[in-house]
């Protein structure tokens, strides 16, 4: 029986990532530590906490100390790291905290890898590394060899953090992966990003707030493409690497707005415009050649039946969605878009 250490899984991708692999390897032993940020969310869980091979531990992974006791006790033969501060918006507002788990949480979790041997740590980064592609060249997309540059202290502290990671491959051999995932979408997607927020705003009938003229393209993946990616990498990737993962599937942020308010019924007078978000990359376009063909990788959802899938999940949803943003959320709501 492997033990495998997920960070983050109380938010999004990363309690896909355990749903994923406790369905893909019920031999596995999960523990998941999550800090439950604002971003974390218990119930999300619900449905594997009492499994025998699961154990949630609420814990910073800044936390030397306790990150240290913990390894000793479960002796973890992967790491997987998905825990961050993860919203952009945010990292503009306030980038001390994006540096402080991003960056030092990163260091934390790999002196412990170290520490007690892992056979692997695996690092979820992302395609915001390689910073953004002009609009009017389409011929162009990210690969591992573009070089990283930075646009948002959030993107920045994701890449000081892969820098770190191969870093710690060739000072100290500890047996690395990284993974750079473009855009994803799908259940459990906290609703202060642009897809769950617009299906939230569309069926309250409040107004879609769309940044600039939205013209910004990005490469939309359904989360549990993401995850199965994941599981590959750490399975059969080769150690030291980068991967890139994405669909090809660009799209303008106005014309996903646009989709839901038709998949949804609801008139496209809800769109407002409003200011720009600052620094704001055009386009993400990831190659993901490398993936498919040394891990014979490759996307299984169409968009049009992942959108789909997301919808009706909000729909049936509810509660889930509608407790997040009944608390501490109006406050940023109305800091975010109160002066837009
Ligand atoms: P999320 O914000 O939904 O979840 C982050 C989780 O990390 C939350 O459960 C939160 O409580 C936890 N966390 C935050 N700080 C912590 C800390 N100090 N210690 C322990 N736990 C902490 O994020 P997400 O969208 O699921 O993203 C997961 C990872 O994937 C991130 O590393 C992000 O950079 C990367 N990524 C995301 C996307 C995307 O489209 N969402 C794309 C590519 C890469
Ligand atoms: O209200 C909005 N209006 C709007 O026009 C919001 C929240 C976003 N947008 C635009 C900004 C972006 O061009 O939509 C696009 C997508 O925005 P986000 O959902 O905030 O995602 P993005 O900034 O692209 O970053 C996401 O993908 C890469 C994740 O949040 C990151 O964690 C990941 O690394």
Not at 287 to 311: N, Y
């Amino acid at each position: 029986m492997k033990t495998v250490i997920v960070t983050g899984g109380a938010g999004f991708i990363g309690s896909n990532f355990i749903f994923h692999m406790m369905k893909a390897h019920p031999d596995y032993r999960i523990v998941c530590i999550d800090k439950l940020t604002y971003a974390g969310n218990l119930s999300t869980l619900r449905s594997v906490m009492d499994q025998e091979n699961f154990r949630f531990v609420r814990m910073d992974i800044c936390d030397r100390e306790g990150v240290d006791k913990l390894f000793a006790e479960e002796k973890p033969d992967i790491v997987v790291n998905f825990a961050a501060e993860s919203h952009v918006d945010r990292s503009i507002e306030n980038p001390g905290v994006f540096l402080q788990t991003n960056v030092i949480g990163t260091a934390t979790l790999m002196d412990a890898s170290r520490k007690y041997g892992v056979a692997r740590y695996h690092q979820v980064s992302t395609d915001e590394v390689y910073g953004d592609l002009p609009l009017d060249r389409p011929d162009l997309f990210f690969t591992e060899e573009t070089p990283i540059h930075t646009s948002s202290p959030y993107s920045a502290s994701k890449a000081g953090a892969d820098l770190l990671v191969m870093a710690y491959h060739r000072t100290y051999g500890l047996p690395v992966t990284i993974s750079r995932c473009s855009n994803n979408y799908g259940p459990y997607h906290f609703p202060e990003k642009l897809i769950p927020l617009m299906i939230a705003n569309c069926l309250n009938d409040k107004p879609l707030p769309v940044y600039g003229k939205g013209l910004n393209v990005r490469d939309w993946l359904y989360v549990e493409d993401h995850c199965k990616a994941i599981d590959l990498i750490l399975h059969r990737g080769r150690v030291g690497e980068v991967y890139n993962i994405g669909g090809h599937n660009e799209m303008r942020n106005i014309d996903i707005v646009k989709l839901i308010c038709r998949e949804l019924g609801k008139p496209e007078s809800l769109i407002t415009y409003v200011a720009d978000r600052k620094g704001h990359d055009m386009r993400y376009a990831i190659d993901p050649s490398k993936i498919h063909g040394e891990l014979g990788w490759l996307p299984e959802t169409k968009f049009e039946d992942g959108i789909r899938k997301t919808i009706q999940w909000y729909l049936e949803n509810r509660s889930w969605w509608e407790e997040i943003i009944s608390g501490e959320y109006q406050n940023y709501y109305a800091r975010m878009y109160g002066n837009r």
